[in-house]
């Protein structure tokens, strides 16, 4: 059973790291079908290939099934840079039918225009001092590690997953201080720039909300959380949490193959 939805949004797959969960974004791809995709960001983890991760066949599936897309349903794809893909700035701009590399977007929709970008800009750390925040995403790298272990032992227990990533930042009043911090900052900008709205990405914390009459939204990613943004054909957004959406497709297709063997008796 396939979705048909104006615009996809994704960001922070973070392919050549370990933890990037990409054969789950491949599957929710293949099961919802677009006129607009648009990866915002953090898509490939540069700094990790660099240092130590790896590139593996999952990871190469994800670019032939965005190909794929581009060459036979025409779909426009827009891939635009994040702070760990930030080896693509010496490709922008660029454009090749419907695909192209940004740093970011204008995305017009009923009457109403969205700023998407990945949002790292607006991180003085990211911005300023790139050699700490590379140091910060060795140590969340090493949680995503022991995050994994941790979560192996709850399944063998018949636990649901749990993430310490999340956990943390939620308890951590800096952390919350700084989502609090970076969400306004992008409002504003977008306010700035006369814009209905402001997408991005960056902090992995999905979210749609409004902001002093400013539409923030955020797709979260393809780590931990596994979140999508989607529009319709009327304009409204959605925030997309895989494994919700995993149970309600298994559930649609199982009905559809029962549908169709009755229909065979």
């Known amino acids: ?90 490709l922008i701009p660029f454009r090749f039918g419907t695909l192209q590399l940004a740093n970011q977007y204008i995305h017009e929709s009923c009457g109403k225009r969205y700023l998407v970008i990945h949002g790292d800009i607006f991180d003085s750390i990211t911005t300023n001092l790139k050699w700490l925040a590379r140091l910060g995403s060795i140590g969340y790298t090493f949680l995503l590690w022991l995050n994994r272990h941790y979560n192996t032992y709850r399944t063998k227990r018949g636990l649901p997953y749990y993430s310490l ?30 814009c209905d709205g402001i997408i991005c990405g960056h902090i992995h914390q999905a979210a749609d909300k409004m902001i002093k009459g400013v539409h923030y939204l955020n797709s979260g ?11 319709d054909y009327q304009g409204n957004w959605q925030v997309i949490l895989y494994e919700e959406w995993l149970k309600i497709h298994e559930q649609a297709t199982e009905a559809d193959n029962f549908s169709d063997l009755r229909k065979a008796s």
């Open 165 to 194: 990533s999340q956990a943390i930042k939620q308890k951590v009043k800096s952390a919350v201080s700084f989502v609090d911090d970076f969400e306004n900052q992008l409002a504003e900008v977008a306010r700035t720039q006369r």
């Open 1 to 90: 059973m396939e979705s048909k939805y104006k615009t996809i949004i994704i960001s922070d797959v973070h392919l050549g790291v370990k933890s990037s969960k990409a054969k789950e974004v491949v599957k929710f791809l293949k099961s919802n079908s677009c006129d607009k995709l648009i990866l915002n960001g953090d898509i490939i983890d540069g700094w990790e290939l660099k240092r130590s991760g790896k590139w593996k066949k999952k990871h190469t599936k994800f670019f032939k099934l965005v190909l794929k897309y581009v060459a036979k349903r025409k779909m426009e794809v827009i891939y635009l840079r994040g702070n760990h893909d930030d080896f693509l700035g010496e």
């Open 221 to 231: 990613d393809w780590v931990e959380s596994l979140t999508a943004l989607t529009e």
